[in-house]
Structure formats: C-alpha cells, structure tokens
C-alpha cells in the first residue's frame, strides 16, 4: 500500500502566477487534509476535506487559496496570485473514516520569486 | 479548545545522555496524544501516541512518551540519544470531529547531538 502522495516535491513560482499543488491519499482513505510550515515554524492546520466536501476550511486564508478532492481524482491545493509570503512546506495528510491517526506526504515546498 | 505546548524550541544534548523534551497538552475531553519527528526537507514521521489504552507508550527508534493527566504532560524520552536523532520534533495534539479529525501541532523542539 503506497503512501501519501504529493507532486510536485518542489515548485517554483514567480510573484502573480499560480500554484497547484497534488495530494494522493493512501488507498482507502476518504479524508484529506492539507497542513502549511512556515520556515522555522511548525504545522498549521488549513483544510479538510472528504470526497466533494470541505468539512473545515478554518485555517484557510480567505483570499487567493482554495482546495477540493474531486470524486475522481487527487486532491488539489491552489493557490492564486502567489506572493513571497506563501513560500513554505505544504503537507497533505489522509486518514479512513473514525480513525485519529493521519498518514503525512513527504510535502511540497513551494518557492516564490 | 486543545492545543499543544513544546518548552524549548531548542535541546541539545550529547551522544549517549538522556533525550528529555517537553509538551504539555490543553484539552477538555481526553485527548490524543503525538509525537511527530521531522528530519531536514523531509515530511512527518510518527514516532509515538497516545490513545488512552496505557499511559506509557513506546515508539520507534526507542524513544517513549508518559502520559501524565495530573500535569497535562506528554514528554518524550530516549534513554541514550544516537546522532541520527538529530530532527525537528512535533508535539500534537488531535481534535475530533463525528468522523475524523484535524490535528493541532505544536511549535516544535529542534534536538541536536553533541559528539
């Protein structure tokens, strides 16, 4: 059984452009969510999403950032319009239905110009 | 609200001492516990939980964590800190929802081994 994955591993973008950013949850997990790290901080929680639903989109900046998790599909983090502030380590997570334990991706680390 | 805090956002310690770091917890109902380990440029790695099955618990790579109700603690150990412990280290902490969960993490403690 793979593990969570996230594509790409690093990402390049210059001031205005957009980010995409891809999470593939391990099989059989219904749950995703996304996670940013600021540099020399620690996790902050942004979304979370099952299959065609955001459940909780609390930490989700307001302007620029969006998620879904298509019915088919991985799940996809944009973000539009990029700034430098937006650089960091984006983490994705799934978890199945009732379970605490989440299983992280290896991250992708989004560098703005 | 639960939320998690790391004293020390930097320990470091020699090769073969005794890995002590620090994370009390702030929950209303009984919590699930983490500890997560993050070495450079990678992602998140867990080495422990707490589910309330026993309140010490074992993780990989020899280090344990004692659940302790009475400090709202959750401290990490490792008898005898190895150079490849060196990494970020996450406290967290999991909030509930009817079906799953987000997880609140703390600051973090960055270990570091003396030779």
């Known amino acids: 059984n793979a593990g969570v994955m996230q594509n790409p591993r690093h990402l390049v973008r210059r001031r205005g452009q957009e980010a995409r950013l891809r999470c593939s949850p391990m099989?059989?997990?219904?749950?995703v969510y996304w996670y940013r790290q600021l540099p020399e901080e620690g996790l902050k929680f942004m979304v979370y999403?099952?299959?065609?639903?955001?459940?909780?989109e609390s930490g989700m900046p307001k302007e620029r950032f969006s998620a879904e998790f298509p019915k088919e599909g991985p799940s996809i983090l944009r973000i539009q319009q990029v700034v430098r502030g937006d650089s960091a380590a984006y983490f994705c997570?799934?978890?199945?239905?009732?379970?605490?334990?989440?299983?992280f991706g290896p991250g992708t680390r989004l560098t703005v110009l | 609200a639960q939320s998690v805090t790391q004293l020390g956002s930097h320990v470091s310690v020699s090769e073969g001492a005794l890995v002590l770091l620090r994370c009390n917890y702030s929950?209303?109902?009984?919590?699930?516990l983490f500890w997560y380990v993050q070495y450079p440029n990678q992602g998140l790695q867990l080495l422990l939980k707490?589910?309330?099955?026993?309140?010490l618990v074992k993780g990989i790579n020899g280090f344990e964590a004692e659940f302790k109700k009475s400090e709202t603690s959750f401290h990490l150990t490792k008898p005898s800190a190895h150079m490849s412990d060196a990494a970020e280290y996450f406290c967290?902490?999991?909030?509930?929802?009817?079906?799953?969960?987000?997880?609140?993490f703390g600051s973090g403690t960055r270990l570091s081994i003396r030779p």
């Open positions: 997570a799934s978890s199945p239905p009732r379970v605490q334990e989440q299983f």
């Open positions: 967290a902490v999991s909030v509930s929802y009817s079906s799953a969960s987000k997880i609140i």
């Open positions: 099989k059989g997990h219904s749950h």
């Open positions: 999403l099952q299959k065609e639903n955001i459940i909780d």
């Open positions: 929950s209303s109902v009984p919590p699930y």
């Open positions: 707490y589910t309330s099955a026993a309140t």
